[in-house]
């Protein structure tokens, strides 16, 4: 916005000005999250490459595809921690880097070792600071302030207290996405939230994440095997195959021809009882969440 | 047996014990063993959590071995002791990167330098009681300038663990997210190791090297038991470790039973209480939050 230029302006001009000014041209918001023409090369393997995404604030996306088709590396690629082999990255308009408080993390669901030393209040307090060095005597009541209103957001006060160990593999998520949202990231990175949590509790915690990511404003990046307590809520997917991919609405892209096509084989994708299942596809789909459950 | 009453029937001849701690000697030891107890009592429950119980054992016996090269050599038993630990969690470091090997990686190593230092002691020609003290500690040998060594050696520990605290809670807590968030999981591994092994260098003056996780692992075990606030872990393993060392040699003194046998019993006995004051709080915990929805 632009100062004006001189006191003396007639006041009706300027406010009216200004008031234009802040309307018809807001500051330019990167989005969230800018790929460009990222490739990702494991030695001989490419994982995907020539890829292009913007994900805006707010926008709820949903990261698809069978196993090793590089789901995680994209996420890794965005937390700074593996290298793009070509293209660019950026968050939030600063290229991605390594230790980034702009992004939020929630790691797949498994019960969180020798957790009993820890409740709830502690694990969302250390997203907020438990990258920093020192014992943190500083600021407390600012800090309690902001878990409690991380604890609050996702219904976990009851649980505040109470040592995570004891706590049931929902609640443990609901905690984590607490410990992800409590710094105010523009970004959420989840990387398989849900597995190993029973149909119900994947709703929840599915609701939970669509309903944070457009209250919060951060752009979601939603990994999962578990498309069917997700696709009902996401704005976008993204689906990588064998090096390729395929960006757009549920609808674009989660039918019998895109994925045939992106697979290069036939796939089909049918609903059944309300559930969308995709059959030919490796049917990865169908038998992760036992995985998950043997850990 | 009757060796026995008969030093323990000397331990409420409080008359002896004050005689006692009007000697240099002994109020050294005991200011050694505040030292020793409060760099313990902080890393203790950090070593519980870490799930680091057997490498403080691994890196004690290391410390043993360099104790037992400074006896034969003539240098400080402490500085010996401080070297053995150093190498032993520089080795644990590098040969047990990996989570699963870590185990047999610390069996192998420590195996050889227990192996090592008796051939060490045997090679000296001091009297054999002077290095059976090695093993099970002998607070009464601690002189004025290993006590300035252990204040300043607790001070460094100290000053590094509260600097390295959030991030160390974090990776031990969550390494995957830790890592995400930018915590140098890589870095602190080691520099927390290296921290466990000085401090297991000094506790192995005080109550041997055998007997060093009575104070390095028990008193952290225990305080978990009872809660689960970082904080108040961090406290009641200081106060359970000073009870244990600076009460184990006060309780010693009249008996002359050797200070690592009262040591080590009053660590068990409040790692015991502790377990069923924990077991009741579990219970009662589980109760009140089945009601919880997700």
Known sequence: M??????????????????TDETTTPPERPPAVRLRNAGLTYGTRELWRGLDLDVSPGEFLAVLGPNGAGKTSLLRVLLGLTPLSTGHVHIAGEPAHRGNDRIGYVPQQRSLRNSSTLRGNDLVGLGLDGHRWGIGLRRRAERARRVREALRAVDATDYARTPVGLLSGGEQQRLRIAQALVSEPSVLLCDEPLLSLDPSHQHRVSELIARRTRASGAATLFVTHEINPVLPLVDRVLYLVNGGFRIGTPDEVMNSATLSELYGTEVEVARVGGRLVVAGAESEHDHHVHEGEAE | MNRLLEALSRIFDFGLTGELLGYPFVQQALLAAAALGLVSGVL?????????????????ELAFTGAAAALLVGVGVT????????????????????????DSVIGAVLSFGLGLGVLLLWMNPERAANKFTLLVGQIVGVSSADVTLLGVAAVVVLLVTALLYRPLL??????????????????????????????????????????????????????????????????LSVVFAELAAVGGILLSLAPGVPVSAFVTAISFGIYLVCRVVGGLRVKRLTRGSSAVAV
Request: glycine content about 10%.
């Open chain 2, 44 to 60: 203790a429950p950090l070593v519980v959590t870490r799930r680091m119980s057997f490498a403080v054992h691994g890196t004690a």
């Open chain 2, 170 to 235: 974090f990776a031990s807590l969550d390494s995957e997210v830790a890592a995400a968030r930018g915590v140098p999981i890589g870095l602190l591994t080691p520099v927390f190791a290296l921290l466990v092994g000085v401090a297991t260098a000094l506790g192995v003056h005080v109550v041997g090297a055998l007997l060093v996780m009575a104070l390095m692992v028990t008193p952290g075990a225990a305080a978990v038991r009872v809660t689960a606030s970082p904080v108040k872990a961090t406290v």
């Open chain 2, 79 to 102: 500085i010996g002791a401080l070297a053995g630990a150093v190498v032993a969690a520089l080795l644990l470091g590098l040969l047990g990167q990996r989570e699963h090997e870590r």
């Open chain 1, 2 to 19: 632009q100062h004006p230029q001189s006191p003396a302006v007639p006041s009706e001009r300027s406010g009216g000005q200004v008031r």
